[in-house]
C-alpha cells in the first residue's frame, strides 16, 4: 500500500481512554484514497435503531487501564442502525443517503436507489 499522508481527520495514535486501534488507523489514513481514483460511493447509513455511540469506562475503574472487573456502560442514539452510527458512514466521500430501519433493512429500503445507480 502506497504511503499517504495524513488528513486532517487521522485519528491519533493514542485515545482518550489509553486504546489504540491500529485497523481504524490504518482506514482513516486510506480514506481518501477512493476520492483521489475518483471512484463514485455511494453511502447508505439507517437510523431509528438503538445505536453504541460511546463506550464509558466505569469511574470507579479509571485507575485500571485494563481489568476483567472493569464496569463499562454505553451511552446509545437513535441515529444509527443498530450496529453502525450515521455519522460514521458519512465519514468517507460520497453520495449520501438516509434511510429508517436497522442494518439489514437500511439495505432492504435502498434497493430502488441501488437499482437505479447500478443499472
Known amino acids: 500500500m502506497l504511503p499517504l499522508q495524513p488528513t486532517s481527520r487521522t485519528v491519533p495514535q493514542v485515545t482518550a481512554s489509553f486504546f489504540v486501534n491500529l485497523f481504524l488507523d490504518e482506514l482513516n489514513r486510506c480514506q481518501d484514497l477512493i476520492k483521489s481514483r475518483s471512484i463514485e460511493v455511494a453511502l447508505i447509513a439507517g437510523i431509528g435503531k438503538s445505536t453504541i455511540q460511546y463506550l464509558q469506562k466505569d469511574r470507579s475503574s479509571l485507575t485500571q487501564l ?5 464496569s463499562w456502560s454505553t451511552i446509545n442514539s437513535q441515529a444509527g442502525d443498530g450496529n453502525v452510527m450515521a ?17 439489514m433493512g437500511a439495505l432492504f429500503s435502498s434497493y430502488p436507489f441501488l437499482k437505479r445507480k447500478l443499472t
Not at 66 to 70: K, L, Q, V
Not at 87 to 103: A, I, K, M, R, T
Open 66 to 70: 485494563w481489568d476483567t472487573n472493569t
Open 87 to 103: 455519522s460514521s458512514v458519512f465519514v468517507l466521500y460520497g453520495d449520501q443517503h438516509l434511510v429508517e430501519g436497522g442494518h
